[in-house]
């Protein structure tokens, strides 16, 4: 089968500000929530610290050092044909600490250089507002997003984006994965207080957590909806999408309590978030689910008319794997991206336990086109592996060309199905800290950075066969995935 893409698809590559950029104490940042969070491995969660502990490892204050080759990854990025980049903006660069009377002048100066660099190069710029971080500031003296104050901090950090770089960028995502507070919760997405030395990354499972983190999640829908129509206001040409974490569930068996358990969670992890942005209301399936959890929402009538004014331009959302749910609890349970399910008996797994599975992203992508009928952009897409640098400064990592490839191929399916995708940013286009992790030997670039989780390495930039792969998808329009490739 050949690829057909459509004439003005937009190829790129997607970071996030904490996990890339580092200089986490240049230029007047504050410190933001994913500073205090320390290294982890596999076997080992992430914790979150609230006071920085002397001779700890907190990946996300160096990263990728990107703050500091900046002009050199455009250049790399250019080199690869990318017609769009997907970053984030570190709020605590432009309001320090969240609530500040005025912003930071030397943060909105750096991402300025950032963006004219990108239209330099012919790149359009796709900004996420909020990336998993938040001033820390906020998460201690207001409780995170569950305090309903922190709706207007947003709204004015938004304002000042779209006002500052009114004509430099037109396409912007209001939260990143927003719907992970199904799965996370508490500190990773939502702000909300944590123990000191708690696992980043825990679950929301006892109705009363479930009750905080879907207050929580309110207030990030009437925070993103208020955004849209401020950036529809300030400048109509102005695309701004929602960014859902995107799960694919099977049921195991035809037995119709796995085809049931699997639609349900399908329901709720999909399409809770992406309703109430999209169709701007909450989908009938949500109120059966707060009964079930004793979930107390005071929705105002003025919340209900914000979500419905608010509604998104673009569904946008990350796939990484599937999984699978069965009613039997005697078959043994994967954990993998921010969720969990049986082993699929049918695919292969990656050394973090991912399943591969280009098949799962066609079918998504064709239930998104169902139900919403709005343009769709995937914009994170990539694998975690270990990767090992030749002495020769060389990387061959087929396996990532190979798992990209038949990706990029579901989505010329989906795209001949009827689906309406305008746009792909692998991630992450470069290598950077994992955020499940923490690790930097969890890579997914095409570009090697010369850094370890031993804090060992000068940043270094060095271009993997992928590189050389995929900037010929993208001068081919996605036509011509083989992976073979000279290197």
Request: proline fraction near 4%; charge should be negative; include cysteine.
């Amino acid at each position: 089968m050949t690829n057909h893409f459509p004439k003005g698809f937009l190829w790129g590559g997607a970071v996030a500000a904490n996990q890339y950029e580092g200089a986490w104490q240049e230029a007047g940042k504050g410190e933001s929530t994913s500073d205090h969070m320390t290294g982890g491995t596999v076997d080992t969660p992430r914790r979150f610290t609230k006071t920085l502990i002397p001779g700890e490892y907190y990946p996300s204050q160096l990263a990728s050092d990107g703050y500091h080759h900046i002009e050199e990854d455009i250049k790399l990025m250019a080199g690869m044909g990318f017609s769009v980049y997907r970053l984030s903006i570190a709020w605590t660069r432009i309001f320090p600490n969240g609530d500040d009377a005025e912003p930071n002048l030397a943060g909105l100066d750096y991402y300025r250089h950032v963006f004219e660099l990108c239209h330099q190069y012919h790149i359009e710029p796709l900004v996420t507002i909020s990336h998993y971080e938040m001033p820390y500031h906020l998460t201690e003296a207001y409780g995170g997003w569950e305090n309903r104050q922190v709706i207007g901090f947003y709204e004015k950090y938004a304002n000042t984006l779209f006002s500052e770089y009114k004509g430099l960028v037109k396409y912007w995502l209001t939260f990143n994965e927003i719907n992970a507070g199904f799965f996370l919760g508490g500190y990773v997405s939502l702000g909300l207080p944590i123990a000191d030395q708690a696992a980043a990354f825990a679950p929301q499972t006892d109705d009363d957590s479930i009750q905080h983190a879907l207050l929580a999640l309110h207030n990030q829908f009437v925070a993103s909806a208020r955004a849209v129509q401020i950036g529809h206001k300030i400048d109509p040409a102005n695309q701004i999408g929602c960014m859902i974490a995107g799960q694919v569930k099977y049921p195991l068996t035809p037995d119709p309590k796995d085809v049931l358990l699997a639609q349900r969670s399908n329901e709720l992890i999909n399409f809770y978030c992406g309703d109430v942005q999209v169709r701007g209301a909450y989908p009938a399936f949500a109120k059966r689910y707060w009964d079930e959890h004793d979930v107390k929402l005071e929705i105002s009538d003025a919340d209900a008319a914000d979500l419905k004014a608010g509604c998104v331009d673009f569904y946008s959302f990350s796939y990484y794997s599937s999984s699978v749910e069965t009613a039997d609890p005697t078959k043994q349970r994967v954990d993998q991206n921010m969720s969990a399910g049986v082993k699929n008996p049918y695919l292969k797994y990656s050394d973090w336990g991912w399943a591969t599975d280009p098949d799962g992203l066609r079918w998504y992508l064709n239930e998104l086109n169902s139900r919403y009928q709005i343009p769709l952009m995937v914009v994170e897409n990539g694998l975690g592996a270990f990767d090992k640098l030749t002495d020769s400064d060389k990387v061959y990592d087929d396996y990532r060309i190979s798992y990209l490839s038949e990706h990029i191929d579901a989505m010329a399916g989906a795209i001949k199905d009827g689906v309406n995708l305008i746009g792909y940013t692998s991630w992450g286009w470069i290598d950077l800290v994992s955020a499940g992790t923490g690790q930097m030997a969890k890579r997914y670039g095409f570009v090697y950075v010369d850094r370890n989780d031993d804090q060992v390495g000068d940043f270094r930039r060095i271009p993997k066969k992928s590189y050389y792969w995929y900037k010929r998808v993208i001068a081919t329009n996605g036509e011509n995935t083989d992976p073979e490739i000279d290197y």
